[in-house]
């Protein structure tokens, strides 16, 4: 079972770079969410997606833009990335909003210099 | 805004004794999930509480929902190696995101 697949694992941007991470789930699941994870941190909300061509702002959207164009695709944009962004990304998926049915990606780490 | 406090924040405890995690909240909550993530890995969800004063059991794991559904607490009987890990506690918030604590970071001593 594949489930919720992350790419890529690591990466390291150059200040003022952009990149995307992709994220691809094989569950069918309607929800689909973006967290960065801090150092000693919880995980806080970038953008959450409740179904293909719907997409909502989270707790820290500031610097990320995402599209779903698919059920199964929520890639996260960074434009101009800063050190500030620096952090592990996760992706998750879910059945609406039954939390008990949450599926998390392995992570993305990344690192702005 | 809804916050979810966790403590303590480090534990550090030997092999076989008992202990308890605490998630603390000013707001209601219409559920509170607990996860364990280890290092470079995501989060695995554990358990789903929902009803005030809710008890829940995963082997010697016991997570219990305030009556109030404001905080919630995990306690672990014979603590084993293998319980070490980060462990998160998250809500489901009246806007239907779910929002995490900052964790409650768990090690085992052999």
């Known amino acids: 079972n594949a489930g919720v697949t992350q790419t890529p694992k690591f990466r390291i941007l150059k200040i003022g770079q952009s990149m995307t991470l992709q994220c691809t789930q094989d569950m069918n699941h309607n929800y689909m969410y973006w967290y960065r994870q801090d150092p000693g941190m919880g995980l806080k909300l970038i953008y959450y997606?409740?179904?293909?061509?719907?997409?909502d702002k989270g707790e820290v959207p500031n610097g990320y833009n995402v599209s779903r164009s698919t059920t199964e695709d929520f890639p996260l944009r960074l434009e101009l990335a800063a050190p500030s962004q620096t952090s592990v990304y996760f992706c998750?998926?879910?059945?609406?909003?039954?939390?008990?049915?949450?599926?998390f990606g392995e992570g993305s780490w990344l690192t702005v210099v | 805004t809804q916050l979810l406090e966790q403590s303590p924040q480090f534990l550090s405890i030997q092999e076989g004794e008992n202990l308890t995690v605490y998630c603390n909240s000013s707001s209601v909550f219409s559920s509170l999930q607990w996860y364990r993530q280890e290092p470079g890995e995501g989060p695995v969800l554990l358990v789903t509480v929902v009803t005030g004063g809710e008890v829940k059991k995963l082997k010697r794991l016991t997570f219990q929902f305030g009556d109030a559904r404001k905080d919630s607490s995990l306690h672990i009987t014979a603590a084993q190696p293998g319980d070490t890990g980060l462990y998160l506690c998250?809500?489901?918030?009246?806007?239907?995101?779910?929002?995490f604590g900052k964790g409650t970071r768990l090690h085992i001593l052999p």
């Open positions: 997606s409740v179904g293909a061509g719907i997409t």
């Open positions: 998750a998926s879910s059945y609406g909003n039954r939390v008990d049915t949450i599926y």
């Open positions: 998250a809500g489901l918030n009246r806007d239907d995101k779910i929002i």
